[in-house]
């Protein structure tokens, strides 16, 4: 039998290289084969911020933040919003992985190496009631040395079980299909792509030059999203959203294609959830792209003024880093794809983080040197600064008048009035010099301000955004960025894939974002952040040790 091994696992990213090194730690032989180079060995896990959602960790107490399992699972289920027959497995993924957050998570990863930045993050604040979407305290642990550092770990078991013989990595075979015997999965077949020394993240060649067909005793499919496919997001995007947004730019490679999606749907795996994704507002065109469309997320802080594309201040609670759905939502409903950040440089400096291992260097790189240096320089991080001088979304004024204008010839219209855009920020001025107030958004910063996190290096002192002594003003154009794939393949918690009739197929699994991180979308229709490697993670250790054990 051509190339017989115990697994396959199709996909080298995160949750595929989780699952190889758990498989080869059982003493098991697995194949890798991804269509890109073995320079994208990682996947977009690689290209991330490294952010991990955990529960009542050392760093959360050492900060003072009380968190608990009971909470944590309060926040998800507000979040989700689980309310439909296929929910069954996700709803248990969920609670699975809260579980996991909550206890081994982190000492697992400790004990590969992996090193957490002492400042806990707060995302997704939501701004509703306690039962609704968000997190009620700050949960997001950034890796040290972001993407890279979360796939070092599980490179470096990966590069030692190859020294056994145990793993083997087949890069640039494309799957096409699944082979079949006895009315069972039991391999795949498809063509083997030229070698590219393109870089990680390029558009690769697609010229065949052979075939390959290899056997096994499973199949995990750990291939990834659709976001780079603006078609196929097209296709799913959920009517409640409204129409899809006519321009959108990709925080993914043009590859995360969800070729291998359709391909295992096709074979009779139960696709649920399709129309649950997740799409950042807060996107802006990469001066220096790598892949095409090349958007890269601001990571905002609180105090920025959000503004729609005619000029209308977005409602409470839809501040930035409150409720990305909601204001996804919100942004669609304008008829619109774009909205508009105002802000100074005392904001910008303090506030703006862009999510992505390579706009963070600091972290990256492992740097305590650099990262001081971030927290005081006088003007934004370099990243950033760069993204204000070359950005074609960034503009920079010294008066609201010359701003305005700007704004309007950057996309080409007269709906932003200076008058009507002046009095909502003179309006929002005259609260931010008072102790008490009564603007939403001005609470959330005086909230936020009272965590020694966001304090340190997230929340800029209250400034009245016209003062000149903060200034100049900036205003930022913000496209919808696509990203992630929340619903996906149907599974147990041993990642064993459910056919179109209801009944497992054997041999064949599913984790990461092509499972919906978990059971079919274990996040709902929301997502708490650092969550999606932490699907990785915990998908592909589980489809990985189920595997092992399964073939004997």
């Not at 190859?162 to 299909?177: C, I, S």
């Not at 391909?263 to 507002?281: C, K, P, Q, S």
């Not at 990461?512 to 274990?522: Q, R, S, T």
Request: proline share 5%; net charge neutral.
């Amino acid at each position: 039998m051509a190339g017989e091994v115990d697994v396959i696992v199709v996909g080298a990213g995160l949750a595929g290289l989780v699952a190889a090194t758990e498989i080869a730690g059982a003493g098991k032989r697995v194949i890798v084969v991804d269509q890109e180079g073995e320079q994208s060995l990682g996947g977009q896990a690689f290209w991330s911020f490294g952010g991990l959602f955990l529960v009542n960790s050392p760093e959360q107490r050492r900060l003072g933040i009380k968190d608990s399992f009971e909470l944590a699972h309060q926040d998800w289920m507000g979040t989700a919003g689980f309310d439909r027959d296929e929910d069954l497995w996700p709803l248990r993924w969920a609670e699975a992985y809260l579980a996991f957050a909550a206890g081994e998570k982190r000492s697992w990863l400790r004990a590969m190496g992996h090193r957490i930045f002492p400042v806990v993050g707060w995302a997704e604040r939501g701004g509703y009631d306690a039962m609704g979407h968000g997190n009620s305290v700050p949960r997001f642990h950034v890796t040290w040395g972001t993407g890279p550092g979360m796939v070092e770990p599980f490179e470096h078991r990966a590069r030692e079980a190859e020294k056994a013989g145990l793993p083997t990595f087949k890069f640039r075979h494309r799957v096409d299909a699944f082979t079949f015997q006895n009315g069972s999965i039991d391999g795949i077949q498809g063509v083997i792509l030229e070698t590219d020394p393109v870089e990680r993240g390029q558009s690769s060649s697609r010229q065949v030059t052979g075939d390959f067909t290899l056997r096994a005793q499973a199949v995990i499919v750990a291939s990834g999203g659709i976001g780079g496919n603006h078609e196929l997001v097209r296709q799913n995007w959920p009517a409640r959203l409204g129409p899809a947004p006519a321009n959108m730019i990709s925080g993914v490679p043009e590859h995360v294609d969800g070729r291998m999606i359709g391909i295992t749907e096709a074979a009779g795996a139960r696709l649920i959830n399709r129309d649950r994704m997740w799409h950042y507002v807060e996107g802006i065109r990469n001066w220096s792209p790598i892949w095409p469309r090349h958007g890269i997320r601001i990571l905002p802080g609180p105090s920025s003024m959000w503004f729609d594309a005619t000029g209308k201040r977005l409602p409470s609670p839809l501040f930035p880093g409150s409720d990305t759905l909601g204001q996804l939502e919100y942004i669609v409903s304008t008829g619109h794809d774009y909205s508009w950040f105002v802000l100074t440089q005392s904001i910008i400096k303090k506030e703006f983080a862009l999510s992505g291992s390579e706009q963070n260097p600091d972290l990256t790189g492992k740097s305590w040197l650099m990262t001081a240096r971030r927290a005081t320089n006088k003007g934004a991080p370099a990243p950033v600064e760069a993204f204000k001088s070359h950005g074609a979304d960034f503009i920079v004024r010294d008066n609201i008048a010359d701003l305005v204008s700007a704004m309007n010839a950057l996309v080409g219209n007269d709906l932003l009035k200076c008058e009507a855009i002046k009095a909502q920020i003179e309006a929002r001025d005259r609260e931010i010099t008072n102790a008490y107030a009564k603007d939403t958004q001005v609470i959330n910063i005086h909230n936020a301000r009272r965590y020694i996190g966001d304090r340190l290096i997230r929340t800029a002192a209250p400034h009245r955004i016209l003062d000149p002594a903060h200034g100049p003003l900036i205003a930022v154009k913000l496209n919808i960025l696509t990203r992630k794939t929340l619903g996906g393949f149907e599974t147990d918690l041993d990642c064993r894939i459910f056919g179109q009739d209801g009944k497992i197929m054997p041999g064949l699994y599913a984790a990461g974002e092509a499972a919906g991180f978990g059971g079919g979308g274990m996040h709902g229709y929301r997502s708490l952040e650092g969550t999606f490697l932490g699907g990785c993670l915990f998908s592909g250790r589980n489809a990985g040790r189920a595997a092992a054990k399964a073939v004997g």
